[in-house]
């Protein structure tokens, strides 16, 4: 099972990105899906989640309103539409499916099979 973000790079202050999280080797179209973010000597932080249908999403205070997950389930991918970007949106971006139900869907400690990440530098 490998999970691949992309579609990270370099920005300006306003800038526009989009990221896309493929999956080979198995389907998530069963799954809630999350995207996380870790900027350096910061632990992951929750980004945006998204329900196996797609029907509900749910963000972070810090991107509501300037970031949009969605899915594609016939292409078993999930992307992160990112616009107004800030320097502060600076980091790794991780996307995993939501694995585990014991708490809330904002903890990383929820969702399993990380693949690699994509970076997004966002200069001022």
């Known amino acids: 099972v490998q999970l691949q973000a992309s579609g990270g790079g370099l920005v300006r202050t306003g800038g526009s990105l989009r990221l896309s999280c493929a999956a080979s080797?198995?389907?998530?179209?069963?799954?809630?899906m999350g995207w996380f973010r870790q900027a350096p000597g910061k632990e992951r932080e929750f980004v945006a989640a998204i329900s196996m249908s797609g029907g509900s999403t749910y963000y972070a205070d810090s991107v509501q309103g300037r970031f949009t997950i969605s899915r594609e389930h016939a292409k078993n991918t999930v992307y992160l539409q990112m616009n107004s970007l800030k320097p502060e949106d600076t980091a790794v971006y991780y996307c995993a499916p939501r694995i585990y139900y014991s708490g809330s869907y904002r903890q990383a400690a929820e969702y399993d099979y990380w693949g690699q990440g994509t970076q997004v530098t966002v200069s001022s």
């Open positions: 080797g198995r389907t998530f179209s069963n799954y809630a």
